[in-house]
């Protein structure tokens, strides 16, 4: 009995001691990921989330500047290296475009946006404000 209780633990604490560098590894490269759009000089202060199924998000690198950018790799109809970077007053937009392209019917999507721009629920873009987005095959290949 001794002996399963030291190897279990022997096998556990190595990898519970390992864990949180192995996320915050993954998360450093998330954030990276997230940032590849930008210059390198707008990168550090540029705020960096994680959009949630529900449509909210969450603050994975809080920022100094109004950027914010987020990983959307995975995502339906996205390149498999997909981010996008724009004002954080657009989040709001990005929300609300995030629920339409998730209804997979076209008619009833088109429909949405229609009602959504005919009854004044369309959320606005911040006026003046930019949209990068880089996609591709690979972050090596992706393109602005």
Do not use: H
Not at 25 to 48: C, F, G, I, K
Not at 68 to 82: A, K, L, R
Not at 99 to 119: H, I, P, Q, S, Y
């Amino acid at each position: 009995m001794k002996r399963i209780i030291v190897t279990v633990v022997g096998v556990l604490v190595p990898v519970l001691l390992l864990a949180p560098n192995a996320f915050a590894q993954l998360s450093e490269q998330s954030v990276e990921r997230a940032l590849a759009p930008l210059p390198a000089a707008a990168r550090e202060a540029a705020t960096v989330v994680k959009w949630n199924a529900d449509f909210t998000y969450e603050t994975v690198k809080a920022g100094t500047s109004r950027l914010v950018c987020y990983d959307q790799s995975g995502q339906p109809g996205e390149q498999p290296f997909s981010a996008q970077c724009t004002s954080i007053a657009n989040l709001p937009r990005v929300a609300q475009n995030r629920k339409f392209e998730a209804v997979t019917d076209r008619e009833a999507r088109a429909k949405m946006l229609n009602d959504a721009e005919a009854d004044g629920t369309r959320v606005k873009p911040e006026y003046g404000s930019m949209w990068i987005a880089m996609t591709g095959t690979d972050q090596a290949s992706a393109r602005l």
